[in-house]
């Protein structure tokens, strides 16, 4: 069997701004009703094993451990007021929720994983999100992402092509280049090439020597300007420190509840008064033919 995780925060957002999902579904129900669509046409395409986590609250503990990190201010009411309807409808569906408080649901989404590819009976992962802090999880050619926007997966090769760095250096590079959508600036002077670069040598913040001097001289040869960036990372340790514990997502083994419980069963009774109510009865077709399929 393949497991599916799916970033329901992210579907939910793309969705809402997407002008597609707005065409023909009552007001505040578009990007649910997106989300949906998009779930059932992965059970479509063959999923049999499917879980989507959602952030029920914008905010988590990583909000008391840096005041700049993102909140749902900014989030339009009408979007934030379609999480928990969305959860709801999951359900119906008959698909394994987890809509998260304390923890992010990219956390959710990273101890499913380990879950998963720690069962023997799991062929393949698949965690749909484009989010840069999922790329973590990827482990050779089991554990990957899925733009599925984009058509791309990306196994282990494809993390270190795009950043520059193995999956285990992804919250060390966030840590230097910092995450505009999560809220923290990354180091003073430090960008991808450089992060990339030195990160490539040395693998995480606590293993790069603390004097140029002792630096690789062939990244001194290729950056050229080693001293500086030394100093500037000796400068903002701790909070280089902090913004790896903020980009390094929290796996919690008892959170998934086990593969088992992503197996696909079919909608439930109460998925018919869902899709009405967004203006979407197909969907209840198409849900229950996948069912039927597969009796």
Not at 74 to 81: A, F, K, N, R
């Amino acid at each position: 069997m393949d497991v599916h995780l799916v970033d329901g925060t992210y579907e939910l957002f793309r969705h809402y701004y997407g002008s597609a999902a707005r065409r023909g579904a009552p007001s505040g129900t578009a990007a649910t009703r997106g989300v949906l669509t998009t779930v059932v046409a992965l059970l479509e395409e063959g999923a049999t094993h499917v879980g989507v986590a959602t952030d029920h609250v914008i905010e988590s503990f990583r909000n008391e451990l840096w005041p700049g990190y993102k909140t749902g201010e900014q989030v339009p009411s009408e979007l934030l007021g379609q999480f928990a309807p969305l959860e709801e409808a999951l359900e119906s569906l008959g698909v394994a929720v987890w809509p998260m408080v304390e923890l992010e649901a990219d956390d959710a989404l990273a101890s499913a994983a380990a879950v998963a590819g720690a069962d023997g009976r799991v062929g393949r992962v698949f965690i749909s999100t484009p989010d840069k802090d999922l790329a973590q999880c990827v482990v050779g050619e089991r554990i990957v992402q899925v733009d599925r926007r984009r058509k791309l997966v990306i196994d282990e090769s494809g993390v270190l092509a795009k950043f520059g760095v193995r999956p285990s250096s992804i919250p060390d590079w966030l840590a230097l280049v910092g995450d505009a959508a999560d809220g923290f600036p990354g180091v003073k002077g430090w960008g991808v090439r450089s992060a990339s670069v030195v990160l490539a040598r040395y693998g995480h913040l606590e293993e790069i020597p603390a004097s140029s001097t002792e630096w690789d001289p062939e990244i001194s040869r290729v950056m050229g300007r080693a001293e500086r960036l030394a100093a500037e990372l000796a400068a903002s340790r701790e909070l280089a420190d902090l913004f790896k514990v903020l980009a390094t997502l929290r796996v919690d083994l008892a959170l998934p509840g086990g593969v088992d419980r992503l197996a696909w069963r079919g909608p439930l009774p109460g998925f018919a008064a869902v899709a009405d109510a967004m203006g979407a009865p197909g969907l209840v077709q198409r849900a229950e033919a996948v069912a039927e399929q597969r009796e």
